[in-house]
């Protein structure tokens, strides 16, 4: 796992700030490389979780990472794209290890 918000410069704390200014919430976006069979990825499409008990409804949606910039206005994974996108342009990220299915 690739702690991608380490890789900001260190004025920023290391951190990212969903709304600075706003509020002061701050998260960590992280990278986690895995293998995952067409199979599972497929039954994952609409599964709906979150809390119900909180009023939350989420409804998962499995979509092609080279899509994703395009198909979500969510600024947290935004946010992961465009750090993980740097990172390897600049070549910050370790090589991916040959691991076990998930």
Same mark, same amino acid.
């Given at each position: 796992?690739?702690?991608?918000?380490?890789?900001?410069?260190?004025?920023?704390?290391?951190?990212?700030?969903?709304?600075?200014? /706003?509020?002061?919430?701050?998260?960590? !976006?992280?990278?986690? &490389?895995?293998?995952?069979?067409? #199979?599972?990825? =497929? $039954?994952?499409?609409?599964?709906?979780? /979150?809390?119900?008990?909180?009023?939350? !409804?989420?409804?998962? &949606?499995?979509?092609?990472?080279? #899509?994703?910039? =395009? $198909?979500?206005?969510?600024?947290?994974?935004?946010?992961?794209?465009?750090?993980?996108?740097?990172?390897? &342009?600049?070549?910050?990220?370790?090589?991916?290890?040959? $691991?076990?299915?998930?």
């Amino acid at each position: 796992m690739v702690d991608l918000t380490a890789l900001l410069d260190p004025a920023t704390g290391g951190r990212m700030l969903p709304s600075p200014g /706003g509020c002061d919430e701050e998260i960590g !976006l992280f990278l986690y &490389r895995g293998r995952v069979d067409e #199979e599972t990825i =497929r $039954s994952l499409q609409g599964k709906e979780t /979150g809390l119900r008990d909180h009023g939350e !409804l989420i409804k998962l &949606r499995v979509v092609p990472y080279s #899509e994703l910039w =395009r $198909s979500t206005g969510d600024a947290k994974a935004l946010s992961a794209i465009a750090l993980y996108e740097m990172a390897k &342009r600049e070549g910050l990220l370790p090589q991916p290890t040959p $691991s076990a299915n998930l």
